[in-house]
């Protein structure tokens, strides 16, 4: 089997493992299931993001997203007992406080400040969320092995890959299910085959990592109180890894030669990129060439926000 990691997205990623004399080691290029599809989406799009970082403004939406799956990891650190609806609601402040912490601009981007009457009723709609989420699960009935794992392997062909799970659930006779939650409502057709790569690429890291195809994936869309599951099995997941494989492939060819050409599409209009798109009459930066390892560290320029829906 191939090398593998599994760390915990508290720890700095650099922090796996050093090279002699204590010396921290170098982190190689890996491919997550968000940069896998923004190339898929348009191939400017993933460079714009990943090779160039240009900062994107995040919407509330996201902001929320990120909220909400913070009170769901800290709901299950605490006792079964503890894991109610009223617990989660009271979460919600504190983390929110949280993101800002870390993240104060975020306040006058999305807000004219604490103050903001707006504020009170948009953390609101958060709790509103939570209570979708209750309606889905009883969460005092089991414990998770796992909430927000960042996990890691080496693929046969040698491509890295790595992803969060918002949560991983083992059974006591084995059997594994990852869980993600939506914020967003349940997608048509389009966006549930999007939402489906991305469990795929999970349950690929994870039979890896572990030599067991999940028994499970499942999607949990909170704000219309839906829940899509879907079983994988072996075939299908080494069917995947070679599409992973070649993607991977793709952006390696389009790296060398900075060939990332846009692909215009209705997603578009929701795109921060639009005024340096060549589609829409504007101009990329020039291409500052294939980053050095160390420069695609983490979690293949995943964020936090750009892991929510």
Not at 45 to 65: C, F, H, N, T, W
Not at 183 to 188: N, S, V
Request: proline share 9%; hydrophobic share 40%.
């Amino acid at each position: 089997m191939a090398d593998a990691v599994v760390t915990n997205p508290r720890q700095p990623p650099g922090d796996a493992g050093t090279a002699g004399g204590g010396s921290r080691a170098r982190r190689r290029p890996a491919l997550s299931p968000s940069r896998a599809s923004d190339f898929k989406q348009c191939p400017l799009l993933y460079r714009l993001r990943a090779v160039d970082r240009i900062p994107e403004k995040p919407s509330k939406a996201q902001v929320r997203g990120t909220v909400v799956h913070a009170v769901l990891e800290r709901l299950f650190a605490l006792p079964p007992e503890q894991r109610t609806e009223e617990r989660a609601r009271e979460l919600v402040e504190p983390a929110w406080k949280e993101v800002v912490e870390e993240q104060p601009e975020l306040l006058d981007q999305l807000f004219g400040g604490a103050e903001d009457p707006e504020l009170t009723g948009w953390l609101a709609t958060a709790e509103k969320l939570l209570g979708g989420y209750f309606t889905l699960e009883d969460p005092t009935r089991f414990q998770p092995e796992a909430c927000e794992l960042l996990v890691e392997t080496e693929l046969e062909s040698g491509v890295l890959i790595r992803g969060y799970l918002d949560r991983l659930d083992v059974a006591p006779t084995g059997e594994i299910r990852v869980v993600d939650y939506k914020t967003g409502a349940a997608p048509r057709q389009i966006g549930e085959a999007k939402a489906l790569f991305q469990m795929k690429f999970y349950a690929l890291a994870l039979w890896r990592l572990r030599g067991v195809v999940p028994a499970q994936l499942k999607l949990m869309y909170l704000a219309d109180r839906q829940a899509l599951v879907y079983t994988p099995d072996e075939a299908e997941l080494r069917r995947f890894e070679r599409t992973v494989d070649a993607i991977w492939q793709a952006i390696l060819r389009a790296g060398r030669t900075g060939d990332f050409p846009p692909n215009p599409s209705r997603l578009c209009d929701w795109c921060d990129h639009r005024a340096r798109c060549p589609a829409f009459g504007g101009t990329p930066p020039p291409y500052p060439g294939w980053p050095e390892p160390s420069a695609l560290a983490g979690e293949g320029g995943e964020t936090a926000l750009g892991r929510v829906d």
